[in-house]
């Protein structure tokens, strides 16, 4: 029997189109293969879609994505609206799906592939083996707490705010997450705030110090954010699943991309209690190298893989690109972002056909 799935597609904008139609790609030709069918709708989010409609999320967009089985997002974002006021910004449209759906959750995995150790800008002793996963809170924290903007004071200068406020039920909810996760991986959940000087990390550690007794299985540590960051590239193994704020979560991400050789390699994963989930790379719209052929469209690749594990409950098809991905990074196939001596440097389109080859020799 066919399984039918219908996937929204955001391609965004800089270098989206060109690394979403390798996803869409490889989807097909998992999906003949498992008998899925996925029906794709391509919808407007970000810069393209405010030049289209004036607005970085229309209504339109976000209802589609609701009526859908997954959302497959690119990135958003670029120079050419980087002076309009916040929330007329391609980054509300990003913030605006992710509150619209209720995707509080965003696990962002990192973990070094054998084949690019060589990658990393580490060396290979310190990072060997690592596979972190970050539990990322994800439409709480400063990204979304009021008051926010920029205000005049009584001597009439300006004064930007943005205020970090979490709730103790949102704080458990993502924790719950974390020692889920921890639990099906190494048992160990270390969560990360800045309890030395926030309140609201104050109120985090409490939470999540009180949920641990619910998790008599998982190893619980915290840590702060400042020294988090600096352990994550002096010893990243110490780390198995890491929890923590929307802020804290997606700075530490980045720096977690820098282990495994380059942030063109990590995918994610963004989930809520129900509804489809959106599955997008941990970077962004890249301008620098938009247009160029140049991305890496590995990390929208994976995170196709994601939506079939996590989003549709098809963990074999996912299996078959992630092994895919080890397979053409073996052959010494290479884009220029993990690209080193010896290798093949290949454009986007070519890692894209690359990768097709060998999934179709499967
Ligand atoms: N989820 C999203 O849609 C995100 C959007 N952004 C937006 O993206 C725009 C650019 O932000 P940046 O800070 O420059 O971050 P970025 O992640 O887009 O780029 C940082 C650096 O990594 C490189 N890079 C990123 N993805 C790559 C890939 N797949 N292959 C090869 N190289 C890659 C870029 O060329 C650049 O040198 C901004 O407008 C920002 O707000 C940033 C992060 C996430
Ligand atoms: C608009 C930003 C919050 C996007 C970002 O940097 C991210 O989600 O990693
Ligand atoms: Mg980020």
């Known amino acids: 029997m066919t399984q039918n799935y219908r996937i929204t597609l955001l391609p965004g904008d800089g270098i989206g189109s060109e690394i979403i139609a390798v996803a869409v790609n490889v989807l097909k030709v998992v999906g003949k293969k498992y008998n899925i069918q996925f029906e794709f709708t391509e919808a407007l989010i970000g810069g393209a879609a405010i030049d289209a409609t004036g607005e970085p999320l229309p209504a339109d967009s976000l209802d589609i994505c609701r009526n859908s089985d997954a959302v497959l997002l690119a990135a958003i974002g670029g120079y050419k609206w980087d002076s309009l006021p916040s929330h007329l910004r391609p980054e509300a449209g990003l913030l605006g799906l992710r509150a619209g759906l209720g995707l509080f959750a965003n696990l962002r995995p990192a973990k070094i592939l054998p084949q690019l150790i060589d990658a990393s800008s580490l060396k290979r002793e310190v990072v060997e083996g690592v596979d972190i996963l970050v539990v990322r809170e994800l439409t709480g924290g400063i990204y979304f707490g009021k008051p926010k903007g920029i205000f005049e004071t009584e001597t009439g200068e300006k004064r930007g705010v943005n205020t970090m406020a979490y709730t103790e039920s949102e704080i458990e909810r993502i924790g719950r997450v974390g020692f889920e996760a921890a639990r099906k ?128 409950n098809e963990p074999t098809p996912a299996d078959e690109i992630e092994q895919g991905v080890l397979e053409v990074l073996q052959k010494g196939d290479r884009t220029g972002d993990i690209m080193s001596p010896g290798m093949n440097l290949l454009g986007c389109r070519a890692m894209g056909k690359a990768l097709i080859q060998v999934l179709e020799a499967k």
Not at 191 to 214: C, F, G, M, P, Y
Not at 283 to 298: E, T
Request: glycine letters at 10%.
């Open 185 to 312: 991986r190494g048992g160990k959940l270390c969560s990360v705030d800045k309890a030395n000087v926030l309140e609201v990390s104050q109120l985090w550690r409490d939470r999540i110090t009180k949920l641990a007794q619910e998790y008599p299985d998982v190893e619980l540590s915290h840590m702060y954010v400042d020294n988090a960051a600096m352990q994550l590239l002096r010893a990243p193994k110490q780390f198995d699943t890491i929890v923590t704020g929307n802020l804290f979560g997606d700075i530490l991400s980045d720096a977690a991309a820098m282990l495994t050789g380059s942030i063109g390699m990590l995918p994610s994963a963004s989930l809520g209690a129900s509804g489809p989930g959106v599955f997008e790379p941990v970077h962004g719209s890249a301008p620098d190298i938009a247009g160029q052929d140049k991305a890496n469209p590995l990390a929208q690749v994976l995170s196709a893989a994601m939506m079939l594990r996590y989003g549709l």
